[in-house]
């Protein structure tokens, strides 16, 4: 099959022939119908993240069960899925402490070694073995992932456009809504509106905030940010970020989303807080870096800086929510996707999301009917 393999940091990812083995017991294989392109992918090609190379890139996808490996009985052939980027292992002191994005078989097998549960990959090219990005590896016309990192979708729902719900949708809604809890009449901002951010926004509003200030530097953004629930908007290109929020809501924010993870956006988010408030870390940055914060200040403030890993959110439980919202009209998924391209276009799909060139874009795959039943 063809796929999108990236060597090591400093290369460009191309399109390669790859062979992808049979699902082994307790796995599957999705013929892929699409995959976004995430921030993500972009700090693997750039070396901010330290992962196992040779790697067949994408974490974001959504496609049709095709295949199944020996014992699966959760999963049928036929069944569309969103593709999660946490594969849990399910009997982890984690995963059953109902925290599966911090599943210690992810942590410590499948995310640092591109590997599935069993220590083994699935992806091979001439021989050599290709790595599983995140256990997913979308950026292909098959997968061969873990059931748990396949969750099972309504056959009603355009399936192509279900790809954002398992990153960015997951990521963004989840922070606001169960990383952070934000309850009805809360004041919030949000910094950063791309794909996450948006998503924050969108999150935001579902949850009732009275106030959703978006920060960002593109008019663009700010624009689609008010279509999606934003109440301000804070071109931050021309203006001091913390101050204008502070002026923009004096009675103070409860909550501040950086959904960058620059170093200098998670200092504005803590700094612009009110009293009481927690600054909410969804974007990530490269490893290594620290941030600076005035823990008197925090302290006398009774503030508090949350992590927020996949959006807090259970996979299993969580994405069909989200695909009912999408479908039931409260979730906008297709104005979050500025183009569908080939496969083949990967790379260039890449250069553009680092570019600032675009927002989501979803590499398409096999079609797929939508089916009503
Ligand atoms: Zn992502
Ligand atoms: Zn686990």
């Given at each position: 099959?063809?796929?999108?393999?990236?060597e090591?940091?400093?290369?460009?990812?191309?399109?390669?022939?790859?062979?992808?083995?049979?699902?082994?017991?307790g796995e599957?294989?999705?013929?892929?119908t699409?995959?976004?392109?995430?921030h993500?992918?972009?700090?693997?090609?750039?070396?901010?993240w330290?992962?196992?190379?040779p790697?067949?890139l994408?974490?974001?996808?959504?496609?049709?069960v095709?295949?199944?490996?020996?014992?699966?009985t959760?999963?049928?052939?036929g069944?569309?899925v969103?593709?999660?980027?946490?594969?849990?292992?399910?009997?982890?002191?984690?995963?059953?402490?109902g925290?599966?994005?911090?599943?210690?078989l992810v942590?410590?097998?499948?995310?640092?070694?591109g590997?599935?549960?069993?220590?083994?990959?699935?992806?091979?090219q001439?021989?050599r073995?290709?790595?599983h990005y995140?256990?997913?590896?979308?950026f292909?016309e098959?997968?061969?992932?873990?059931v748990?990192?396949?969750?099972?979708?309504?056959?009603?729902?355009p399936?192509?456009?279900?790809a954002?719900?398992?990153?960015?949708?997951?990521?963004?809604?989840?922070?606001?809504t169960?990383?952070?809890?934000?309850?009805?009449g809360?004041?919030?901002?949000?910094?950063?509106?791309?794909?996450?951010?948006?998503n924050?926004?969108?999150?935001a509003?579902?949850?009732?905030?009275a106030?959703?200030?978006?920060?960002?530097?593109?008019?663009?953004?700010?624009?689609?940010?008010?279509?999606?629930?934003?109440t301000?908007?804070?071109d931050?290109?021309?203006?001091?970020?913390?101050?204008?929020?502070?002026?923009?809501?004096?009675e103070?924010?409860?909550?501040?989303f950086?959904?960058?993870?620059?170093?200098?956006?998670t200092?504005?988010a803590?700094?612009?807080?009110?009293?009481?408030?927690?600054?909410?870390?969804?974007?990530?940055?490269?490893?290594?870096q620290?941030?600076?914060?005035d823990?008197?200040a925090l302290?006398e403030?009774?503030?508090r800086?949350?992590?927020?890993?996949?959006?807090?959110v259970?996979?299993?439980r969580?994405?069909?929510?989200?695909?009912?919202?999408y479908m039931?009209?409260?979730?906008d998924?297709e104005?979050l996707?500025?183009?569908?391209?080939?496969?083949?276009?990967?790379p260039?799909?890449?250069?553009?999301?680092?570019?600032?060139?675009?927002?989501?874009?979803l590499?398409?795959?096999?079609?797929?009917?939508i089916?009503?039943?």
């Amino acid at each position: 099959m063809k796929a999108i393999v990236f060597e090591a940091p400093g290369s460009t990812p191309v399109l390669a022939e790859v062979d992808l083995a049979h699902p082994k017991a307790g796995e599957v294989e999705v013929t892929i119908t699409a995959a976004g392109v995430c921030h993500s992918d972009l700090h693997v090609i750039s070396g901010d993240w330290d992962i196992s190379t040779p790697v067949v890139l994408g974490h974001e996808g959504s496609g049709v069960v095709s295949a199944l490996g020996p014992g699966v009985t959760d999963l049928e052939i036929g069944d569309h899925v969103v593709l999660s980027w946490v594969p849990a292992c399910g009997v982890c002191r984690y995963c059953l402490a109902g925290r599966p994005a911090q599943c210690v078989l992810v942590a410590e097998v499948v995310a640092p070694l591109g590997v599935l549960h069993d220590g083994t990959s699935r992806l091979t090219q001439q021989g050599r073995t290709l790595h599983h990005y995140l256990g997913v590896s979308s950026f292909a016309e098959r997968v061969v992932v873990p059931v748990s990192g396949a969750i099972r979708v309504r056959k009603d729902a355009p399936l192509d456009v279900l790809a954002l719900v398992g990153c960015a949708v997951a990521t963004g809604v989840g922070a606001v809504t169960k990383t952070a809890n934000v309850q009805p009449g809360s004041t919030v901002a949000v910094i950063g509106c791309g794909g996450v951010g948006l998503n924050c926004i969108q999150g935001a509003r579902l949850a009732g905030a009275a106030r959703i200030v978006a920060v960002d530097i593109m008019p663009e953004k700010l624009e689609l940010a008010r279509r999606l629930g934003a109440t301000d908007v804070i071109d931050s290109s021309s203006t001091d970020a913390v101050k204008a929020l502070k002026e923009a809501v004096p009675e103070g924010l409860d909550y501040v989303f950086d959904a960058i993870g620059k170093i200098s956006t998670t200092e504005q988010a803590i700094a612009a807080l009110g009293l009481g408030g927690a600054a909410v870390i969804v974007g990530l940055p490269p490893t290594g870096q620290h941030a600076r914060f005035d823990p008197l200040a925090l302290a006398e403030a009774d503030q508090r800086i949350l992590g927020s890993n996949y959006g807090s959110v259970v996979p299993q439980r969580d994405i069909p929510w989200l695909v009912d919202l999408y479908m039931s009209g409260e979730l906008d998924l297709e104005s979050l996707v500025s183009a569908r391209r080939p496969l083949s276009e990967a790379p260039e799909a890449l250069a553009d999301l680092a570019a600032g060139r675009a927002l989501r874009q979803l590499l398409i795959g096999s079609p797929t009917p939508i089916e009503t039943e």
